[in-house]
């Protein structure tokens, strides 16, 4: 399994970011996915989910209105939107089908 994320920066709170990620290594279209992101000094934290099909998604609270995963199935791509950014969002995100991680990307929300 390997998953390469990528779309990560540096943006000023109320802006917005578009996460992506490649997968190799299985059957993507069969797998459900997940980011999780870990800020400085904090654990690992699960952010959102996607089925197989991406029909179901879920999201934890804090980012529920702002962040819309989706998936490319035919590319074998995971995506993250991400809205509305707030400083508490400044965290390592990481592409997951777990118990696999890849390697992470950057986001930092800062004025």
């Known amino acids: 399994v390997q998953l390469q994320a990528s779309g990560g920066g540096a943006v000023q709170p109320g802006g917005s970011l578009r996460l992506s990620c490649a997968a190799f290594?299985?059957?993507?279209?069969?797998?459900?996915m997940s980011w999780f992101r870990q800020a400085p000094g904090k654990e690992l934290e699960w952010v959102s989910n996607?089925?197989?099909?991406?029909?179901?998604?879920r999201y934890v609270n804090s980012v529920k209105g702002r962040f819309t995963i989706s998936r490319d199935n035919a590319q074998n791509m995971l995506y993250l939107q991400m809205n509305s950014l707030k400083p508490e969002d400044t965290a390592v995100y990481y592409c997951?089908?777990?118990?696999?991680r890849g390697q992470g990307t950057q986001v930092t929300v800062s004025s």
């Open positions: 997951t089908k777990v118990p696999f």
């Open positions: 290594g299985f059957t993507f279209s069969s797998a459900a």
């Open positions: 996607i089925d197989s099909g991406g029909t179901t998604t």
